[in-house]
Structure formats: structure tokens, C-alpha cells
């Protein structure tokens, strides 16, 4: 019998990188090689990657009307009309509960869910790919209507425990939109604490706050929301400050924008009947100085007329908001709620499809909310 040849190196990190992290820790002990080959950073960001992400890139969005008194069924459409193959079967209504719940936000392939649209107080994070989820302990305070953050970091997690990082943030919204607000009272729950904090934080200038309830997007623990003002909230949960930005130009309905994290800045989109607009913040995000930046101006008009079949008559178009990005920069597309149906324009060669039909008109599809699914 002839002796088993040594295996290539690549050989060898293509096993580990299938190896779950408790077996990883296990065979670190089989020679200093192995333990070499699984301390890589590579078999580290693996192992995370796949039990936690689903896939690396967008694959589509989970939408919910949230508007209506009806709990109305979670549903989930591709960002293509080419749908990607998965490793998992994806749970597309969200049903671990049994019963439908109500999306929150999204973040990294994970989603955050409440049993009740108003008076959350009993929180969930849900992986759809892996169907695995885990109940948070309830926040200290009950509002009727919250503003909420969610992020999933695995950068600071340890890469053996199968488990992942993540954090909520969230304050209450007033009753009233003219109750000015010189402390805002932050909520967040931790993942590496397991507990519920309280935190003040002064805004700049007392105002009246009243966000949407989008959830916020975040860059380093920054965390956005949009204002009904119109304008944008931040909450920098590191240097604990809390301030407002206006958005450039005439103020427009804040219902039709969406903001966005692309390549580490701000963004947000708005559209309407007359043009689809891409902002960018340029400069430091934590710092007020920061300034807007018009990346893309394209006329609805001119769309129409080469994609009549698309957005029908030119004299009566209506685009109902923006509801997401391509999280990838260099795809620069952007997704859009157009007359019943949720269509992807490519920014750099102006192509536009359509990736979803609802089947239903317009009016119907006006309130549903989107979540990224990356």
C-alpha cells in the first residue's frame, strides 16, 4: 500500500475553511502546521462568514406593509431578475415566531423583529438562511413608537464561539411633532454585554425630533435616521453626541428618500416624478462640517421615453420612493417602487429593469417597507 502523498497547503485550508469553529479549536492541537493554517486570518473570517452570512452580496429585499392595522405577511423579492443560487433554503416569510412578525432593520444577512408594531418591547434577531434566532430581554422602557438602529458586527468577535455581535440602539418619539427635545434618551442592547444600557445625549440645539420609522444606517457606531423635518438624525454612540443635518437644495418629501451606506459614506437617494437624485457626504462623518455632494441627476422624462414599457405614459408618471442601494459601490445601482413594481437603474450605463412585479396597483404597494438582504 502505497503512503498518502502530503497535501498541497491549498488542499489543506480548503478543509478547514468547511470545519466548523468547535472542531477548528480541536484540531489545532494535530501539529504546529494545522495551528498555523487555522490562527490565519483567512480560516478566521471563513468560519464567521459562514455561519453567520448567508451570502456576501445583495441578494435581494424582504418587504412588509406596515402602515395598515392588518399584520400583513412578510415577503421576500430577489435584486435580480437572475436569482441567486443559496446554500440554504431561505425562510422568505419570516415565520419562527409562528405568527408574523414585524421587520424592524436589516443588517448582514440578519434581521431584527418585533412581535408588535407599536410598544416593542419584544425583540428578536433572526437569521432566514440558518432559520436560527435569538430573543433579546426586554428594553427598560416602553414607548409607543421607537426610531431603531441594527448592526452586525463580526469584526470584534471571538472567530471560536459560534455566535455573532451585534447591537440596537433606539429612542422613543414623541407624541407630538413641535415637543422640542434638548436630551435624547438612548436605549442599546449589546451582544458582548447581554444587557440593555441607557444613554443621554444632548443635541447640538434643543429641536423637535421626529424620525420616520426607517431604520437607522450606520458607519462606525454613527447611527442615521431620517426626520420628517425633512432632515437627518445622528447619534455617535462612541463620543456620545447627538446632532441634525439638513439635506441640500429645496426640501422635498422625506418619504421618498432612502439613505444608504456605500463604500464607508453616507448616501441618500430621493426620487420623484421629475428626477432621481444620489447625494454623498464628503469629508468626516463625525464631523459637522461635512458637506453634500450630488453624484448622480438623471430626469425621470428621459427613462421614460426609453423604457416606455416600463414606466407607461410620460404625462403621468409616478415613482413612489427610492428603497435601497446596491451594497457593492462599484454595481452603483439603485432600486426604486414604480407604479405597482420595484425596478433596479444601473447608474453608470443608465439601464433600467424590472425585478419585481407586486401585481397590484400602485396605491396598494405605497407603504411597504424594504429591508436589504446581503
Known amino acids: 500500500m502505497k503512503p498518502v502523498s502530503k497535501l498541497h497547503e491549498d488542499n489543506v485550508l480548503d478543509i478547514l475553511h468547511k470545519l466548523p469553529a468547535k472542531s477548528l479549536v480541536k484540531f489545532k492541537c494535530v501539529s504546529r502546521g494545522w495551528r498555523e493554517y487555522i490562527s490565519s486570518p483567512s480560516v478566521h473570517d471563513c468560519c464567521r462568514s459562514r455561519r453567520w452570512k448567508p451570502t456576501p452580496h445583495m441578494m435581494g429585499f424582504f418587504f412588509q406593509e406596515q402602515e395598515s392595522r392588518r399584520r400583513l405577511q412578510i415577503r421576500f423579492l430577489f435584486s435580480s431578475t437572475k436569482k441567486e443560487k443559496m446554500d440554504n433554503d431561505l425562510d422568505e416569510s419570516v415565520s419562527f415566531l409562528g405568527r408574523t412578525a414585524i421587520l424592524v432593520a436589516s443588517s448582514n444577512g440578519f434581521l431584527l423583529c418585533n412581535q408588535n408594531r407599536n410598544h416593542q418591547m419584544r425583540y428578536y434577531i433572526y437569521n432566514p438562511a440558518t432559520k436560527q434566532w435569538a430573543a433579546l430581554p426586554k428594553p427598560p422602557k416602553c414607548y409607543r413608537s421607537v426610531a431603531t438602529g441594527f448592526v452586525c458586527n463580526d469584526n470584534t468577535c471571538d ?76 447619534c455617535d454612540m462612541v463620543q456620545r453626541q447627538c446632532w441634525v443635518m439638513n439635506f441640500p437644495g429645496e426640501p422635498k418629501e422625506v418619504s421618498s428618500m432612502c439613505l444608504a451606506v456605500l463604500n464607508g459614506h453616507l448616501h441618500y437617494g430621493i426620487a420623484d416624478d421629475v428626477s432621481i437624485e444620489i447625494w454623498s457626504l464628503e469629508g468626516d462623518f463625525r464631523c459637522r462640517l461635512a458637506q453634500w455632494h450630488m453624484k448622480h441627476r438623471v430626469r425621470v422624462v428621459s427613462l421614460a421615453n426609453r423604457y416606455p414599457e416600463i414606466f407607461g405614459l410620460v404625462d403621468n408618471l409616478i415613482i413612489s420612493a427610492v428603497v435601497g442601494f446596491h451594497p457593492a459601490d462599484e454595481h452603483r445601482i439603485v432600486y426604486l417602487n414604480l407604479r405597482g413594481k420595484v425596478i433596479s437603474y444601473h447608474i453608470n450605463n443608465g439601464i433600467v429593469e424590472v425585478v419585481h412585479d407586486f401585481g397590484a396597483p400602485e396605491w396598494m404597494t405605497r407603504n411597504y417597507k424594504f429591508f436589504p438582504y446581503e
Not at 458582548?192 to 426607517?214: K, R, S
Open 159 to 234: 472567530p471560536y464561539k459560534d455566535s455573532i455581535c451585534y447591537k440596537v440602539v433606539r429612542f422613543g418619539i414623541p407624541k407630538c411633532f413641535i415637543d422640542i427635545q434638548s436630551i435624547v434618551t438612548i436605549e442599546c442592547f449589546s451582544s458582548e454585554t447581554g444587557a440593555w444600557m441607557t444613554v443621554n445625549l444632548i443635541p447640538d440645539v434643543p429641536l423637535p425630533l421626529f424620525p420616520t420609522n426607517d431604520p437607522a444606517v450606520v458607519i462606525d457606531e454613527v447611527f442615521y435616521w431620517l426626520d420628517i423635518g425633512p432632515r437627518i438624525i445622528a
